[in-house]
């Protein structure tokens, strides 16, 4: 097929990135985020997964020769393979819902000739030019490092990305037709509820996913390092769990034969009774703040608190009295830890994109600084139509407060993945939490009464 093209015509990023590669590789036209900075042709669109019948990134998803089906990276375990190939250095490998035999992702598929447009498996209902890479010669490794620069991180690219809107527009099925996918948006359902009433409405939604050791954020990065904090405390220490919230972490504490007393003031603490009663722990949860946990127990009443993902969801009105009350319950020489989301690496301050936004892969994440500095309350969904408020602070901000109220920073960590977990959840650590931290746990030690 030739390359030629009209001016009315688009090209696809893709194929346009492969053919600088590749002289034989054959463009298509793009039919897909034509308003976008990444339009796309249908081989390089999104394909729609057998099982969950969501439509996929082309890098996201593969294709079962046996099965004829596709099964996309959300619903099946995958593992990632380093390798160099047209333009890219890794590919996920993904396990098939129905056979359970291991296939590449699609733009791996493309590289060695097995995508199913290319063998003849999908007879796709549109014209589609496809390349035989078997018949070309390799490109030198120089001349893909230019190209994967040039494309996925050119400034223009980023400029225009910005000022397009993102719409799911069409996805292939196994049949090779095109089908249209509604992206369906909700709106926010609780806006004029104040913070702590925004989290009971999703204190069962949490719970379901944290009751069993937390959900993945706090398994595999934030408790581990918590925890760890704490092994050189004293056993018999009393321990306040602040924000406790559906009590998963008092749990844990307590598994480990520690003394826990968990406050929450929101419905999560509703949870935490109850599934005490369950498992038959005994933990004190009280739905209290801390400024009610310092007038219930007083001052000099335990020797840890712990504020586990908490001090961000505090509004900027009652953060010093919670510090403050904090600092106040503890002992002299007493033990603050507490985890936040990192303000640096997290929005607001950070802004990620992906180019192209559906892409399932890290290294089309792009970061752009936003507001660092100042102090901003925004929202974030946890859960689809009910968002919670982060507010955000500067590290400063918090070192203040802690110094107004008599603490030192011992130690502060920003959790890193282990070599095992990136390996592991590749798509959730591989360039992405393993080159920027977005937690930040803290030691701190009461110096004295403030
Ligand atoms: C992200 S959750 C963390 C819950 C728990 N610590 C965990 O690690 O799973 C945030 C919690 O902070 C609680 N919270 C919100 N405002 C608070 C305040 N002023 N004082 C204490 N806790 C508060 C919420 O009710 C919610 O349970
Ligand atoms: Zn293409
Ligand atoms: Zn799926
Ligand atoms: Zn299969």
Same mark, same amino acid.
Not at 79 to 87: G, N, S
Not at 147 to 153: C, G, S
Not at 170 to 175: P, Q, V
């Given at each position: 097929?030739?390359?030629?093209?009209?001016?009315?015509?688009?090209?696809?990023?893709?194929?346009?990135?492969?053919?600088? @590669?590749?002289?034989?590789?054959?463009?298509?036209?793009?039919?897909?985020?034509?308003?976008?900075?990444?339009?796309?042709?249908?081989?390089?669109?999104?394909?729609?997964?057998?099982?969950c019948?969501?439509?996929?990134?082309?890098?996201?998803?593969?294709?079962?020769? /046996?099965?004829s089906?596709?099964?996309?990276?959300?619903?099946m375990?995958?593992?990632?393979?380093?390798?160099?190939?047209l333009?890219?250095?890794?590919?996920?490998?993904?396990?098939?819902?129905?056979?359970?035999?291991?296939?590449?992702?699609?733009?791996?598929?493309?590289?060695?000739?097995?995508h199913? =447009?290319?063998?003849?498996?999908?007879?796709?209902s549109?014209?589609?030019?496809?390349?035989?890479?078997?018949?070309?010669?390799?490109?030198?490794p120089?001349?893909a490092?230019?190209?994967?620069?040039?494309?996925?991180?050119?400034?223009?690219?980023?400029?225009?990305?910005?000022?397009?809107?993102? %719409?799911?527009?069409?996805?292939?099925?196994?049949?090779?037709?095109?089908?249209?996918?509604?992206?369906?948006?909700?709106?926010?359902?609780?806006?004029?509820?104040?913070?702590?009433?925004?989290?009971?409405?999703?204190?069962?939604?949490?719970?379901?996913?944290?009751?069993?050791?937390?959900?993945?954020?706090?398994?595999?990065?934030?408790?581990?390092?918590?925890?760890?904090?704490?092994?050189?405390?004293?056993?018999?220490?009393? %321990?306040?769990?602040?924000?406790?919230?559906?009590?998963?972490?008092?749990?844990?504490?307590?598994?480990?034969? /520690?003394?826990?007393?968990? %406050?929450?003031?929101?419905?999560?603490?509703?949870?935490?009774?109850?599934?005490?009663?369950?498992?038959?722990?005994?933990?004190?949860?009280?739905?209290?703040?801390?400024?009610?946990?310092?007038?219930?127990?007083?001052?000099?009443?335990?020797?840890?608190?712990?504020?586990?993902?908490?001090?961000?969801?505090?509004?900027?009105?009652?953060?010093?009295?919670?510090?403050?009350?904090?600092?106040?319950?503890?002992?002299?020489?007493?033990? =603050?830890i507490?985890?936040?989301?990192?303000?640096?690496?997290?929005?607001?301050?950070?802004?990620?994109?992906?180019?192209?936004?559906?892409?399932?892969?890290?290294?089309?994440?792009?970061?752009?600084?936003?507001?660092?500095?100042?102090?901003?309350?925004?929202?974030?969904?946890?859960?689809?139509?009910?968002?919670?408020?982060?507010?955000?602070?500067?590290?400063?901000?918090?070192?203040?407060?802690?110094?107004?109220?008599?603490?030192?920073?011992?130690?502060?960590?920003?959790?890193?993945?282990?070599?095992?977990?990136? @390996?592991?959840?590749? /798509?959730?650590? =591989?360039?992405?939490?393993?080159?920027?931290?977005?937690?930040?746990?803290?030691?701190?030690?009461? @110096? /004295?009464?403030a």
């Amino acid at each position: 097929m030739e390359n030629v093209l009209n001016s009315d015509q688009t090209l696809c990023f893709y194929c346009l990135s492969y053919s600088k @590669l590749f002289s034989d590789y054959p463009w298509n036209q793009a039919v897909l985020d034509k308003d976008t900075a990444t339009p796309r042709c249908y081989l390089h669109g999104r394909y729609v997964c057998s099982s969950c019948r969501l439509p996929r990134h082309f890098n996201g998803i593969a294709w079962c020769n /046996r099965c004829s089906a596709f099964t996309c990276v959300k619903c099946m375990p995958h593992k990632v393979q380093f390798k160099r190939f047209l333009v890219y250095r890794h590919y996920y490998e993904i396990q098939c819902t129905k056979c359970g035999s291991i296939n590449p992702a699609l733009e791996y598929a493309e590289a060695i000739g097995t995508h199913p =447009f290319q063998t003849g498996k999908i007879k796709p209902s549109f014209p589609i030019n496809v390349w035989l890479p078997f018949l070309t010669p390799e490109p030198t490794p120089s001349s893909a490092d230019k190209v994967l620069n040039e494309e996925l991180n050119g400034k223009q690219r980023i400029e225009s990305y910005l000022q397009k809107p993102h %719409i799911i527009t069409k996805a292939i099925d196994e049949t090779g037709k095109a089908l249209k996918v509604d992206n369906k948006i909700q709106t926010p359902q609780n806006i004029d509820s104040t913070p702590i009433a925004k989290w009971s409405k999703i204190a069962l939604h949490y719970h379901e996913r944290s009751k069993e050791g937390g959900d993945f954020h706090h398994r595999e990065l934030i408790a581990p390092h918590v925890l760890g904090l704490l092994e050189t405390i004293p056993k018999h220490s009393r %321990i306040v769990d602040v924000g406790c919230g559906e009590g998963y972490l008092s749990r844990i504490m307590f598994e480990k034969g /520690r003394n826990v007393v968990g %406050i929450d003031p929101s419905d999560m603490i509703d949870f935490a009774i109850s599934y005490a009663e369950v498992k038959g722990y005994d933990i004190d949860y009280i739905k209290l703040d801390a400024a009610g946990a310092l007038e219930k127990f007083g001052s000099n009443s335990f020797d840890v608190a712990i504020a586990n993902m908490v001090l961000m969801d505090i509004d900027d009105d009652n953060i010093d009295l919670t510090i403050g009350s904090i600092s106040q319950m503890l002992t002299e020489k007493g033990i =603050f830890i507490f985890s936040i989301l990192h303000p640096a690496f997290t929005p607001p301050a950070l802004k990620p994109f992906r180019l192209p936004w559906d892409s399932d892969k890290n290294s089309d994440k792009i970061y752009l600084v936003g507001d660092y500095i100042n102090n901003q309350n925004i929202e974030i969904s946890l859960v689809s139509g009910f968002p919670t408020n982060h507010f955000h602070r500067p590290l400063s901000y918090y070192a203040s407060l802690l110094k107004e109220h008599g603490f030192v920073i011992e130690e502060m960590i920003e959790p890193k993945p282990t070599p095992e977990q990136v @390996l592991t959840y590749p /798509r959730e650590m =591989f360039m992405d939490y393993d080159r920027m931290p977005i937690f930040l746990v803290v030691k701190a030690l009461k @110096l /004295r009464q403030a």
